[in-house]
């Protein structure tokens, strides 16, 4: 390696450690202030490396793109970027749900800026991204609950970026089939919808949302011909064994091809306290019951979230 790229990659993982460790660490701190549960010695955040990383850190500084990498100080934004992969968020910053998880502010929300699909597809040219995620707040204050902007994204960035490939992880869109269909038309290779929990914890972590109607949306897109469908859970909520086991279950009846398991994390002292951190073995454990049920990629561990390795689950 050149002596000037080492550099960089130095002064990037500084950098990383000044803006992200702390951020994590202060998430982590504000979880056993809460519910008194030792941090465990097996959370811990990769230093980015690479100069695929550094050279996306230096665009999105440069032309301030917004991706819940940064935004969410991800643990895994170093090897995501590393690897062409990045998530970004529309229709917004203010949520119309108030989930105990979230650390999303919520409110009312700002008008649609019906020109964010065209600054969504630029961003991700600018940056080359190979496979992006696209994620949203809830905005159940719009008639058709955002759905048109899902779909009008979706059509800018391929429009774009033809060689970019698409997860959309959606909300429930309150059931609503025609609001779902909108995404189901335009085809992103992988169509997500997050359980998050169990059912029994649902009311808590949730609120708004229902652990029925979320089943149904994703047993609606795999009806309606949708190739490849994705959902995640938390663990650390205080969860049964068994009740993951149940989710397992339930999901791969409404015909899931992808699961994401990983822990919770308390954003705030003002959200939900983490009840446990689960040992990497047990993630293990869990993987290979959902292997067993027949997922096709089971993505679980501790520092696991709804995006990680997501350019592999469009196979």
């Known amino acids: 390696m050149e002596i000037l790229e080492k550099d ?4 990037e993982q500084i950098k990383f450690k000044k803006l992200v460790l702390p951020n994590t660490e202060k998430k982590i701190e504000e979880t056993n202030e809460k519910s008194k549960v030792s941090k465990p010695k097996w959370i811990r955040v ?8 550094t050279d996306l850190r230096n665009l999105v500084d440069k032309y301030k793109l917004n991706t819940i990498c940064t935004s969410g100080s991800c643990p895994n934004m ?5 690897e062409g992969t990045a998530t970004f968020m529309i229709l917004g910053n203010i949520c119309t749900r108030s989930c105990g998880f979230c650390a999303v502010k919520t409110g009312r929300p700002s008008p649609v800026d019906w020109a964010e699909p065209e600054k969504v597809a630029q961003s991700i040219f600018k940056m080359g ?7 949203s707040v809830d905005r159940d204050d719009l008639k058709d609950m955002g759905s048109i902007i899902w779909a009008e994204s979706v059509i800018a960035i391929r429009r774009i970026n033809p060689n970019t490939t698409l997860e959309t992880l959606i909300p429930d869109f309150q059931g609503n089939k025609n609001n779902i269909d909108r995404l189901i038309k335009v085809a992103p290779e992988v169509i997500s919808h997050n359980l998050e929990t169990v059912r029994r914890l649902t009311k808590e972590v949730r609120i708004q949302a229902k652990y029925d109607r979320s089943l149904e949306v994703l047993r609606y897109l795999k009806e309606k011909g949708v190739n490849r469908t994705k959902s995640g859970i938390m663990l650390g909520l205080g969860e049964t064994e068994s009740e993951i086991y149940e989710t397992l279950d339930d999901l791969i009846k409404a015909k899931v091809d992808v699961v994401t398991m990983g822990q919770y994390l308390q954003p ?5 306290p983490v009840s446990s951190f689960i040992t990497p073995d047990d993630f293990k454990k869990y993987e290979n019951y959902a292997l067993s049920l027949g997922f096709r990629h089971v993505e679980s561990g501790p520092l696991v979230r709804s995006s990680y390795k997501a350019h592999k689950h469009i196979t």
């Open 78 to 82: 170093g090897e995501c970027w590393a």
């Open 268 to 272: 705030t002292k003002n959200h939900l």
């Open 8 to 11: 960089i990659l130095e002064k």
């Open 129 to 135: 991204i190979k496979h992006a995620v696209i994620t």
């Open 46 to 53: 990769k230093l980015p490396i690479g100069k695929k990383y």
